[in-house]
């Protein structure tokens, strides 16, 4: 990795740690996720809705954080069942 994007990955990291910090959310569950959310916010996005992706990683997070139990787990399967949602969308090859 280049400086440059070493630097915006230790600002993106510094940025997401209080905004975890502020809302009081354990950071794992998100660490957890990451991947697989980002993943799916860039399917929607060129999917379904680029302006709906944003808002479907906070749906999905609402979700999971209402789900009983864990939420690692619980966003993890939010994640999944929207992924699926995309794959199944009528338009899923159109430009979004």
């Given at each position: 990795m280049r400086g440059d994007e070493t630097e915006k990955?230790?600002?993106m990291n510094r940025w997401l740690d209080?905004?975890?910090a502020e809302l009081e959310v354990d950071r794992s569950?998100?660490?957890a996720n990451s991947t697989a959310l980002l993943?799916?916010?860039s399917d929607v996005a060129h999917g379904p809705s680029r302006p709906g992706a944003p808002l479907t990683a906070f749906l999905v997070g609402l979700a999971g954080a209402s789900?009983?139990?864990?939420?690692a787990p619980a966003v993890g399967e939010r994640i999944a069942a929207v992924?699926?949602?995309v794959e199944s969308w009528?338009?899923?090859g159109a430009p979004a």
């Open positions: 990955m230790a600002a209080a905004v975890c569950v998100m660490d993943r799916l916010i789900a009983p139990g864990p939420a992924s699926r949602l009528p338009d899923a």
